[in-house]
């Protein structure tokens, strides 16, 4: 091992770490991996004072079981960071930055499997340390304010510890999916292409329901107190020794350190074992049909072709279409209805017998669950052609052509979801037909107008650099897109929540069932014509985009 | 006698920025010819190229290309023009076979006529029996040559290549070089840039020698040698005397130390 060279790879993987953030390779003060030190302090400084803070105005009958969750907190930090980090291992693999995080380079170096691994999990480590500091801030509230200081000194060695280990872990993981993945590649075809994005969307999936609050919650007030029932599940070891430490048991405290040190070393083996066993440096080759020279699949006019579409509209749909399904990072996007209702679920089953608390739940769930989706495909639609965009930009197709396939193909995906969601929603819930209409209607014109949005701001903001980067617009872009599709889905849902939530002076002022549904059909008919009209009129940046 | 012009270029100029790429260009390309544009790095080739497509906008100037602008009408001229850029980028996540049947129907080239023309083409590239693999599994070499195939399937009128030979085996170097001497017998021309002067020397009729974004010389390869006073000398050694870099010797003493 050459600490040298350890070091010089920790600061290239740190800086395409902050890289893959910024999407840029701009000297931006917080794309310094000195600004990061800075950073942490205060995210530590500021979730110390405000849990020492609220911890003090809390009432005397209610301290003991808020002692009672501090300590379990205590118990449960290097656990939390271990699973953060584990879980960020997922989604390093998931996304787009491995490719260039692990970018060839290193692959031909002389750089031993130990190097790497080591490297690669300290830096992943720094780069998320604001976790550890958030979460040791958030301890040492309830430590300095309860006098846990030594169950807190322990818990914070072994925070650092665990989340070593857990991006030993991740690093385990990104070993053996590049080879699964390289070896499904290699004889799998599209099927390898289709259980890769199920399997991504199952772990993101389970991302969701792993880090949301509910179920969050229901571990920590679940798991700390059986910990030592759990005594043999490594996991639990830092647990056990922070509850150790407060009951001033010493043995059990130097046993359990000793099996947890011993526990971290042996994956840093594996880590280092599985890195230069599995590792596979080069793309596998990916082989789709037979081969066996039959003629190309498209003929006539066919179903776009009917729908009106022209062969060229017709050729970047089908294209688009495959981006979507085939590449990895864009594999999200279609997972994002599902992804981003699992919180909402959880929120369903928790949100008690108020109808119309469902209501607003359930068509919160239908506009993100379809709309977002709209939005995220419609403002990749561009931008994720990349360097690419000359083949098109190249070809004899107007702007105006472009355009039309890049919207139309977002919105004949959004459209279906967009309808189905909602009735499934309803249908799950038992909503009445008023009701389910209402969402129905509402989510069809959010889902519309978040494509047309998601287009304009693809379209205004695209990133086509190819750096690493996470959405094919730029964060301008990005934000800008969640900002207006979430205030003009609220003024569509207004009519409905206004005539549920004051149902009397609604009908007083004259606003019943049926204006309500009129105002939100008018409305939505407006923003979508609106929208068209701006995104048509943006279209001319097309023409342009390859020089610049 | 009437002689019809690929290409017409009047004073073109395009800055980015501070820097000038292209500075005040007059060029012009007779249909049927195979031109070379030589240069060294930056000098602005890549770019004059660009605006010949309508990819890149003059700042001042003109371009016109089969007698259409490309910023006018830029469908009409990409209908006319096969391009290949320096380093082609195609769409990884597609076949060799889907991403020709893409760029087929972009030109709208009829079915029969496109399957035929890929399964040849793929044959003579010797990229049979791979044509079902993702392009993110392709060498560079492999690449290139789909990229050429792409901008060859519509039977254009004028090719735009962009150092094309770069990454190809010498087989399908060869291939291209007699391909582009039997469509200058069928009346296209051929405009491209390249480093590798042998090639040049041996199949442009003609050859323009770019330098930070002007045209030093344009002619036949004897003229060249004429106007640089080199009668007996071969390309590069014209070429390096025209650019004024034809010093090197100190610089690989210096390196070699």
Redesign the interface.
Same mark, same amino acid.
């Given at each position: 091992m050459n600490p040298a060279k350890i070091s010089t790879l920790m600061r290239v993987f740190l800086l395409a770490q902050l890289r893959v953030r910024g999407g840029g390779t701009g000297e931006g003060v917080f794309r310094r991996p000195s600004s990061l030190g800075l950073i942490y302090s205060a995210v530590f400084v500021l979730s110390f004072a405000f849990i020492y803070f609220v911890t003090g105005v809390v009432p005397p009958e209610d301290l003991a079981s808020i002692e009672a969750i501090g300590m379990q907190i205590l118990a449960l930090v290097p656990l939390i960071v271990f699973v953060f980090m584990v879980t960020y291992g997922i989604f390093f693999v998931i996304g787009e930055a491995s490719q260039h995080m692990t970018s060839e380079a290193v692959n031909y170096m002389p750089v031993t499997a130990g190097e790497y691994v080591i490297a690669s999990t300290v830096s992943t480590a720094f780069m998320h340390l604001w976790i550890l500091t958030g979460a040791l801030g958030v301890s040492l509230g309830f430590a300095l304010r309860f006098g846990l200081l030594a169950g807190w000194a322990a818990s914070a060695i072994l925070s650092i510890l665990f989340m070593v280990i857990g991006g030993t872990v991740a690093e385990i993981i990104r070993a053996i999916v590049n080879r699964v993945s390289s070896s499904f590649s290699k004889r799998g075809g599209r099927a390898a292409i289709f259980s890769r994005a199920v399997l991504i969307v199952v772990v993101l999936v389970l991302s969701q329901a792993i880090f949301n609050p509910n179920i969050l919650f229901m571990v920590i007030s679940s798991f700390a107190p059986q910990a030592l029932a759990l005594w043999f599940v490594p996991l639990m070891w830092p647990s056990i020794i922070v509850a150790s430490v407060a009951a001033g048991d010493a043995f059990g405290a130097v046993v359990f350190s000793a099996l947890t040190l011993a526990f971290g070393m042996i994956l840093i083996y594996v880590g280092v074992f599985f890195r230069s066993k599995y590792w596979v440096p080069l793309p596998a080759t990916i082989r789709i049909g037979g081969g066996s020279g039959k003629p190309a699949k498209y003929q006539g006019r066919g179903f776009l072709g009917a729908l009106g579409f022209s062969a060229q509209e017709g050729a970047i749909m089908r294209k688009d279409l495959k981006a979507l399904l085939r590449r990895r990072e864009m594999v999200r996007f279609w997972a994002m209805p599902i992804v981003m209702i699992v919180p909402l679920v959880a929120t369903v089953w928790t949100a008690g017998g108020d109808v119309k608390n469902l209501y607003g739940i359930a068509a919160m769930m239908s506009l993100i669950g379809s709309g977002f989706f709209g939005m995220f495909i419609a403002s990749s639609a561009i931008g994720q052609e990349g360097k690419g965009i000359w083949r098109i930009f190249t070809s004899p197709v107007s702007s105006a052509s472009i355009l039309k396939a890049k919207i139309a193909l977002p919105l004949m995906l959004t459209i279906p979801v967009a309808a189905l969601f909602p009735l499934g929603i309803s249908a799950f819930l038992n909503f009445s037909q008023r009701a389910s209409f209402a969402i129905f209607l509402v989510t069809l014109l959010g889902a519309v107008v978040c494509v047309l949005v998601g287009a304009y701001f693809g379209l205004k903001y695209p990133d086509l650099s190819e750096n690493m980067r996470g959405n094919f617009v730029t964060g301008t872009g990005i934000l800008l897109s969640f900002a207006v599709c979430g205030g003009l889905c609220a003024l569509l849902t207004s009519p409905f929540a206004v005539y549920a939530v004051f149902q009397e002076a609604a009908l007083a002022a004259g606003l019943n069932y049926c204006a309500a549904a009129a105002i939100t059909a008018a409305a939505g008919v407006a923003l979508i014509g609106a929208l068209s009209v701006l995104t048509i009129r943006k279209s001319h940046v097309l023409s342009m985009m390859v020089s610049e | 006698m009437h002689v019809a012009l690929a290409l017409e270029a009047h004073s073109l100029t395009k800055d980015f920025g501070t820097v000038r790429a292209v500075d005040g260009i007059d060029l012009s390309i007779e249909e049927g010819q195979i031109f070379g544009l030589l240069g060294p790095n930056g000098s602005g080739k890549s770019t004059f190229m660009?605006m010949m *497509?309508? *990819?890149? #906008?003059p700042t001042s100037g003109k371009i016109f290309v089969m007698g259409m602008d490309p910023q006018q009408d =830029?469908?009409?001229v990409? #209908?006319a023009?096969g391009?290949v =850029?320096e380093a =082609?980028? *195609?769409?990884d996540?597609?076949?060799a076979? +889907?991403y020709l049947?893409?760029? @087929? +129907?972009?030109?709208?080239v009829g079915?029969e006529e #496109?399957?035929e023309r890929?399964?040849s083409f793929l044959a003579a590239f010797e990229l @049979?029996?791979? +044509?079902?693999?993702?392009l993110?599994?392709y060498s560079q070499g492999m690449r290139q040559k789909v990229a050429i195939i792409?901008a060859l399937l519509h039977k254009p009128k004028i090719l735009v290549l962009d150092e094309p030979l770069n990454g190809l085996d010498p087989r399908s170097a060869k291939i291209v070089k007699d391909l582009l001497n039997k469509l200058t017998e069928e009346g296209v021309t051929t405009i491209f840039s390249t480093h590798v002067l042998e090639i040049a020397q041996a199949i442009c009729d003609r050859i323009a020698i770019m330098y930070r974004g002007t045209v030093l010389h344009s002619g036949t390869f004897e003229e060249l040698k004429a106007t640089s006073g080199m009668p007996g000398s071969n390309l590069e050694e014209v070429f390096l005397k025209i650019t004024g870099t034809d010093d090197v010797r100190g610089i690989v003493e210096e390196l070699a130390k």
């Open positions: - | 660009r *497509l309508g *990819l890149v #906008k =830029p469908v009409g990409r #209908k023009v391009y =850029p =082609p980028r *195609l769409y996540f597609l076949t076979r +889907e049947d893409f760029v @087929a +129907e972009m030109y709208g079915q #496109k399957v890929i399964e @049979a029996g791979r +044509e079902d693999e993702m993110s599994g792409g």
